[in-house]
């Protein structure tokens, strides 16, 4: 989703930055900024070339001091995760130039190639985006790189819960109980960190978003290594909130389907899923913020708690 604001601009000592990373002769003649982002400001920069063409460039800029604070390790996690991916079929940007300290910018920043395509959240296709979603995660935990990214980390803890007003309360208590128990043993698989529908773009083709196919995965900041299980229930998270609680349990079976493999025992499966659907209830505010900006006007804090108190229910039915 783009804000075609024309006023956008790329701060001087940024600028000057970028610049310092184009080809002879190559400008910046417009920046737009990006919706969706949750920690960083997001800039696509079209870059006026030497034949009288463009091409476009993402700009990431962290500048809220909390997630400044951040920005050295999130940046230098994600420049390795997009150099580590280059080649290897994944379609991720390309790393340009990264800036972790802000040693030469106003605030840490990255620059990375720009993919076509767009973000798809709306109900519509759904049903056969989750199968094309499912086959990319796949590909992504079949890489194995030679130098691997740090190990995964779960924040949540059963002291840092939320439970949403309302909530079935011995369904959410059950649910606490689970991430009260160590986590399972696993065979460790690279992952994308955040992958969901938001950090997806796809080439929305005639006849529509039924036909979509995916052009790029985007926000590498949280590549790591761990259980394929993460990835898989923090998408299933997200669809449940964006679409239902039907479509999370959808996405874990699309996954398996498409050659993927999971934790064995159903407890296990449990812990995960039910780990990440916690999370959220930590931060229902901030992650449903970005899918109003982008149109789902109808998924306010409130309804997406009761989405989250539902799925929850719906795990603890299903795998409990």
């Not at 920069?45 to 050295?72: I, K, Q, S, W, Y």
């Amino acid at each position: 989703m783009t804000n075609h604001d024309e006023a956008v601009v790329v701060r001087p000592l940024t600028l000057a930055w970028v610049s310092r990373h184009l080809e002879a002769g190559e400008r910046v003649v417009r920046a737009e900024a990006l919706d969706g982002g949750i920690t960083a400001e997001m800039r696509r920069l079209t870059v006026g070339t030497l034949d009288g063409g463009t091409r476009d460039l993402v700009l990431r800029t962290f500048v809220d001091p909390f997630f400044v604070e951040h920005a050295e390790v999130w940046l230098n996690r994600e420049a390795g995760a997009l150099t580590l991916l280059t080649g290897t079929g994944v379609p991720a940007p390309g790393l340009v130039a990264v800036d972790p300290t802000a040693a030469q910018c106003e605030f840490p920043s990255l620059l990375m190639t720009h993919l076509a395509g767009r973000t798809v959240l709306d109900d519509e296709g759904l049903e056969a985006r989750v199968p094309v979603l499912a086959r990319q995660l796949v590909a992504i935990h079949a890489l194995r790189p030679v130098e691997r990214p740090r190990e995964y980390v779960a924040l949540t803890t059963a002291g840092t819960v939320v439970t949403p007003k309302g909530a079935d309360a011995a369904a959410w208590a059950a649910a606490i109980d689970v991430i009260r128990k160590p986590a399972p043993l696993y065979e460790g698989r690279f992952l994308h960190g955040d992958f969901h529908p938001g950090n997806v773009l796809f080439d929305v083709a005639p006849p529509g978003p039924a036909g979509a196919r995916i052009t790029g995965v985007v926000d590498w900041a949280a590549a790591s290594w761990g259980p394929a299980d993460v990835d898989v229930a923090h998408c299933c998270t997200n669809l449940a909130l964006l679409h239902g609680p039907a479509w999370g349990l959808r996405f874990a079976e699309a996954y398996e389907e498409a050659g993927g493999v999971l934790a064995a025992a159903a407890c296990e499966r449990l812990y995960w899923r039910v780990r990440d659907g916690l999370a959220f209830s930590e931060e229902v505010q901030l992650v449903s913020q970005p899918w109003r900006e982008a149109g789902r006007m109808e998924l306010t804090t409130r309804a997406v708690e009761e989405r989250l108190d539902a799925y929850v229910t719906a795990l603890m039915d299903a795998l409990g």
